[in-house]
């Protein structure tokens, strides 16, 4: 970790050290006024000492340095590797800021709703032990309802929200913003949400009474300018890993490094800028090393190095920022085909009736979290433009086989499926368990799979014409099992490749405002579905939140697996596809997966065989007008 101070004005009335030291330095008694004033600075400048009266809790060093830095910056950054205590950091700040600062109103914000929440549960975590019995003392409540998580401290307040519902977050009013996991905020909600929050301030009649208050002194002579109150501004507190540098929060993060600096901009640039010039920045990028040795697992550090990718071990464990994927699928022509958040199409969780889906999946039902994920995905069709947009995904192991059929009914019967491929191995099984259980028996389902080679590419013609005739969607006879062989996959994954670079293969945008509320409010089986093995949720409302975030996070885990595959040329002249070999030597439920990439490629190759079906005529055979007879 490099400490570079720049440019801007430091604020001496936070240094611990300088208090300290003038309170060493008082002599005698002193007022209760005083004495209660003290106090708070004490103990809002001394967070170690504060944490473990309070709360119980021993910081590390660098935890208490963080938590500093949230209360003293106006604007602050934190980039931090996987495994430093992000959460449980941002747990602690919230409750000593809530006790520390009456009438703090505090918005904590994430990329899902799941995140925010799970700082609320570090929260209580903290106040259910012992050692808390101080602050318990204070008087705590936490609420939790279907779409707001609020912790009420006295008359401060700390509120978690769902980010999608835009228009609901607009009619809250906080004075500090925590924003966490910010790579999964998107730049447009950023700008346009979550900014605004930060242009009203606290207690303005106070404000401008006190500030004419200290005009008349100065013009009596009686006090001087600069020693006018100052009021704290808003705070706004980013937290996150470190991004490509091809995404917005290097972007936002070059431009606090700027203005920490005091290096010059542009004017174009200061008209998009949303920052006083008064602000105090601060940011705070703490890789793995920065970390007490016992904080780490280190045997799981010595397999991150052994089995990651360098680039990968620098962003992750890193915590730096880096230029790009290096895979054969770029995720900065991924980001390119992702509709941004707020615009159509965005993720479903019941189809429109009046469109048309695409349904593909990758079988795998082992019954361990160890296992290789059951991934499915669901495409929304656009004839006119020829092109297909993932709007919906599944990916889990360690569920039943008769989950995963649970899972594939619900997608047959909430989105108007048009065709459905799979991988041919585990495919032939999965499909006939389906046809021959009793959920799909009651529902009067079954799946017919159109008998269609599709492999060579001088028989393309003959064989799009025999899916054609075999085609039928009213009778459901419109699967495809694809065996992947060598030449297959070559193609397929250059079908993909050029899918992405030509844009015919979309990424759904998150649910956001009316569509969010619209979707949250379909009628499904939730109860019935196994998609998270973590959900938070507990109510129908609750876990129609967690899903519909859920369904985004998917979308990009999808991204991800196709950064990370390569290909590799073996010297018959033959090319595979696949996860590189450290990350193949990965173990456990969290290990690098390729199954959600094995999906997406089955999804497009199926719509090019759609697209090509469509468009595909037969020869017609001239018919005589001679008609036999006899004499």
Request: charged letters at 25%.
């Amino acid at each position: 970790m490099a400490w570079n101070k720049g440019e801007q004005r430091y604020r001496l009335e936070h240094s611990a050290s300088e208090l300290n030291e003038k309170l060493k330095a008082l002599e005698g008694g002193i007022k209760e006024e005083d004495a209660r004033y003290y106090l708070y600075k004490f103990l809002r400048n001394n967070i170690s000492f504060t944490s473990e009266m309070f709360l119980g809790v021993k910081l590390f060093p660098f935890q208490a340095m963080a938590i500093k830095g949230m209360m003293v910056s106006d604007y602050s950054m934190f980039v931090f590797s996987r495994g430093m205590s992000k959460t449980f950091s941002t747990a602690i700040y919230v409750l000593l800021e809530c006790l520390l600062n009456p009438k703090a109103n505090i918005g904590v914000i994430a990329g899902s709703f799941r995140q925010s929440k799970q700082i609320f549960q570090k929260m209580e975590d903290i106040l259910s032990k012992p050692e808390a019995s101080l602050l318990k003392e204070c008087g705590f409540k936490i609420t939790k309802g279907t779409d707001q998580w609020t912790l009420k401290l006295g008359s401060s307040r700390a509120i978690a929200l769902p980010l999608a519902n835009g228009e609901r977050l607009r009619g809250f009013r906080f004075n500090r913003i925590v924003l966490d996991e910010f790579l999964t905020i998107p730049e447009k909600i950023f700008n346009e949400v979550i900014i605004p929050f930060l242009g009203v301030v606290e207690n303005p009649i106070e404000r401008e009474e006190l500030h004419n208050l200290e005009s008349k002194l100065i013009d009596k002579g009686e006090m001087k300018k600069e020693d006018r109150y100052i009021w704290p501004n808003n705070k706004l507190i980013i937290l996150s890993s470190p991004s490509f540098k091809f995404e917005y929060m290097y972007k936002l993060y070059k431009k606090y490094e700027e203005l920490i600096k005091g290096l010059e901009t542009t004017k174009e640039e200061d008209s998009e800028d949303n920052f006083e010039d008064a602000a105090y920045r601060l940011i705070m990028q703490l890789s793995y090393d920065c970390a007490p040795t016992r904080l780490y697992d280190q045997n799981l550090l010595k397999q991150a190095k052994a089995t990651m990718s360098e680039m990968q071990f620098k962003r992750e464990f890193g915590a730096q920022f880096i230029d790009e994927s290096d895979g054969y699928f770029r995720l900065s022509k991924m980001a390119a085909c992702t509709i941004p958040d707020g615009e159509m199409p965005a993720v479903e969780i019941v189809g429109n009736p009046s469109d048309e889906y695409i349904l593909s999946f990758d079988p795998n039902w082992a019954g361990n979290t160890n296992a290789d994920h059951f991934a499915m995905h669901v495409f929304k069709v656009d004839r006119d433009a020829q092109k297909v947009c993932l709007v919906h995904s599944y990916a889990i192991a360690g569920v039943s086989l008769k989950q995963h059929m649970q899972y594939f009914l619900y997608l047959i019967q909430h989105f108007n499926i048009i065709g459905i491929c799979g991988d041919y191995n585990g495919g032939v099984q999965f499909i006939n368990s389906c046809n021959e259980s009793a959920i799909f028996k009651k529902e009067n389902i079954k799946i017919g799979v159109i008998d269609v080679d599709l492999e060579k590419p001088e028989n393309w013609h003959s064989d799009i014409l025999n899916f054609k005739n075999q085609y039928n969607v009213k009778s459901k006879n419109y699967c495809i099992l694809r065996k992947p062989t060598a030449n297959w996959n070559r193609n397929a994954n250059e079908m993909l490749q050029a899918a992405i670079d030509h844009k015919r293969i979309l990424f759904a945008s998150r649910a956001v405002d009316s569509h969010f509320d619209e979707q949250r409010k379909k009628n499904i089986p939730i109860d019935k579905l196994k998609w998270d093995m973590k959900m938070l949720g507990s109510s129908k409302g609750a876990l129609m939140i967690d899903f519909l975030d859920h369904q985004k996070s998917i979308v990009e885990l999808t991204k991800s697996e196709c950064a990370n595959i390569e290909v590799i040329a073996n010297p018959q002249g033959s090319q595979s596809f696949n996860l590189p070999q450290n990350l193949r030597r990965q173990k456990g439920p969290n290990r690098a997966r390729k199954d959600s990439y094995s999906a997406l490629v089955l999804g497009n190759w199926f719509a090019k065989v759609f697209f090509d079906s469509e468009n595909a005529t037969s020869e017609r055979r001239v018919e005589s007008t001679f008609v036999p007879f006899a004499i």
